[in-house]
């Protein structure tokens, strides 16, 4: 089906003796179209160029702008995985602050209720102390009271009149010795 330029030649110059490829009209009209083509192609040709450069501008604009984005959004995610960071270490300070503060706080507190235990047994020793001060206050109140009634009860079934009247001189003169 290939057709050599030899046969193509060949064809044309029969053609040729039978009044050529193309009669000279349609010769004119074709070369006349040709012409009108190329004048047509030229301005098109443009137009069609000058529209894919337009396009190839806007996808490179688009290209840069995606890019761009690209770029601030890495930026954006490395800023905040940069806070996320810094936020889980801050937290784990806070926490170490917490437990440490917790301790301190948990040792104060043993060290206050152990000095409240001791203050409470030294209050209770001094009560004590207190009270079996005056338990032994009591029972020598106690003891005099008695050691009185039986002396009056003794003095009062042995002692005449003039023996307790001697007795009562001899303590009023005394008296004043045994309150200084």
Known sequence: ??????????AAGA?????????????WVAITW???VALLARPVFRGITAALALRREKIRARIEEAERLRAEAQEMLATYQKKQRDALKEAEAIIANAKAEAQRLSQQAE???????????QQAVERIAQAESEA???VRNQAIDIAIGASRRLISDTLSAEQASALVDAAIT????RLH
């Open 136 to 138: 032994l206050r009591e």
């Open 15 to 27: 053609h040729a003796e039978h009044g050529g490829f193309f009669s000279e009209a349609e010769t």
């Open 111 to 121: 060290a206050d209720l152990d000095d409240l235990l001791k203050r409470r047994e």
């Open 34 to 36: 040709l012409i009108v």
């Open 1 to 10: 089906m290939f057709v050599t330029i030899a046969q193509a030649a060949e």
């Open 174 to 177: 005394d008296l004043p010795n």
